[in-house]
């Protein structure tokens, strides 16, 4: 394992600044130099990463302070480096925004710290002077542990403008423009809920990346980025976890192909189906290689294109994404409804989180109405409402056993919907998986989820890495199967 790797934090003064954007070029230009770059993303965003891992050829992963203690967090960055030269890591939301209100948790700040990671500060200067120069300023003063060591200026209205605004900004701050790009610039992605459109679903998210890359290229000292990220203090990454890379497959197109089957002098890995497709796309790559190190075997399969799991899988993970977009294709999948209902009368463990968790009801009805036969497994249907349903994080305590969890362990997730269950029964039952509530103490506890048998389905997005006996006792369901 490397002792140390060059990293760059990429953080915004809110959302909406192109930190995306910035991100994804400032990869791919790195890409185009030869460079390994290894992308991260902070938060609990699928979205996002489906970009930087087209623009670096590998997969991005999460980092997040708020599911996984700050050791874990520091074993998570530092085996996803060990080939890699350069890390570049995108930001969530404005660089000081956390898991509350009061406390740096959960966010870039505390990440760029935990990781010794210097900072370029993207600003959205349409419509702003010598402002934009106040604004980088109360950023850098608020926690000048934070080390900010240059600006990105975004949606510039000229070349004069961005270098009038870099001028009062380093009159004020002493902090470089290292890049900036134009407003006219067409390499916005595309929005819808959730955020933005994946990567992978855009037929030409190719040559947008490459556009990206070229606008970089063209208008940033990709050179000094390139040293700013070298000047990383080493060292605090040290420590880590097993690797696991190379384990899991990539998983795009159509998805196909079993990974990590038997191993030689030791029984059978059971093979764990997951679904990955555009309706199913939102994994941790951790959870995934946590599932293998225990001594499963992952297995794709592609719900869109028909496809159902192996006959002699073990169990199914049906991750979430935007299965309310693909209503038809998914319920002229007979066979695949047909061979889960199988595995859940053989008692096989089938875990659904999200879009995997609406598949498994009765029906789902889409924004425009429509309503497509599900699964069938859960009582009720899944409906979207046209409005968000549910964002933020989650401490969730098990009220029953579960596919991974005892009665009153407790865990951390995340919800990000526009959808509800809906179904007879709004009150606790034998069924119901998880009692919920939110980061702050005067939040309402809630009741979600469904859990029968190995059976475990909810709107939760859980990371396998903040307790490894999760992905230990989920792979040791799957074995009895075996």
């Not at 701050?173 to 819808?192: D, F, S």
């Not at 969730?396 to 865990?411: F, H, I, K, Q, V």
């Amino acid at each position: 394992m490397k002792s140390e790797i060059p990293r760059i934090v990429i953080a915004g003064v809110s959302s909406n600044v192109g930190k995306t954007t910035v991100t994804a070029g400032l990869i791919a230009a790195l890409h185009q130099r030869g460079l390994i770059v290894q992308p991260f993303k902070c938060g609990p965003d699928y979205v996002d990463p489906s970009y930087h891992e087209r623009a670096a050829g590998r997969p991005c992963r999460n980092l997040d302070t708020w599911m996984l203690s700050d050791r874990q967090l520091l074993d998570s960055f530092a085996r996803a480096c060990q080939d890699a030269d350069v890390a570049v890591i995108e930001g969530v939301m404005g660089l000081y925004d956390g898991s509350d209100w009061h406390e740096e948790r959960g966010s870039t700040a505390q990440i760029a710290k935990l990781l010794n990671a210097p900072v370029l500060l993207v600003l959205d200067i349409s419509g702003s002077a010598r402002s934009a120069a106040a604004v980088a300023l109360g950023y850098q003063k608020f926690d000048p542990a934070v080390a900010i060591q240059g600006v990105v200026l975004n949606f510039a209205g000229s070349e004069r403008h961005a270098q009038g605004c870099a001028e009062a900004i380093e009159h004020a701050t002493g902090l470089p423009m290292l890049g900036w790009l134009p407003r006219e610039l067409q390499l916005r992605i595309p929005e819808r809920h959730l955020g933005l459109v994946p990567g992978g679903e855009q037929v030409d998210s190719d040559a947008l990346i490459a556009g990206m890359a070229g606008a970089v290229s063209a208008r940033f000292d990709v050179a000094r980025v390139v040293k700013v990220a070298r000047g990383a203090a080493a060292g605090a990454e040290r420590g880590g976890v097993g690797d696991a890379r190379g384990a899991v497959a990539d998983g795009r197109g159509a998805a196909r192909g079993a990974v990590s089957g038997a191993v030689s002098g030791h029984a059978p890995r059971p093979i764990i189906a997951v679904a990955r497709d555009e309706a199913f796309c939102f994994y941790y790559p951790e959870n995934l290689e946590l599932l293998v190190e225990e001594g499963a075997a992952v297995q794709f399969f592609s719900p869109l294109r028909g496809e159902r799991p192996v006959a002699d899988a073990a169990g199914v993970y049906l991750g979430g994404g935007y299965p309310e977009l693909h209503g038809a294709a998914l319920a002229s999948n007979t066979g695949l409804w047909s061979a889960l209902k199988d595995l859940h009368a053989a008692d096989a463990p089938i875990y659904a989180e999200c879009g995997g968790f609406m598949v498994l009801t009765e029906a789902l009805t889409d924004s425009e109405g429509h309503r497509w036969p599900m699964a069938g497994l859960l009582p009720g249907f899944a409906r979207m409402s046209g409005k968000l349903a549910a964002l933020g994080y989650r401490h969730a305590t098990a009220l029953r056993p579960n596919l991974l969890a005892e009665p009153g362990d407790s865990l951390r997730g995340h919800e990000f919907r526009y959808s509800s269950w809906i179904r007879d029964a709004d009150t606790i039952d034998d069924t119901t998986a998880w009692q919920v509530r939110g980061t702050r103490v005067d939040t309402p506890v809630d009741i979600v989820g469904y859990a029968r048998g190995n059976l475990l389905a909810s709107y939760l997005h859980v990371h396998f890495g903040q307790r490894r006996e999760l992905a230990t006792r989920f792979v040791g369901r799957l074995k009895r199967m075996v």
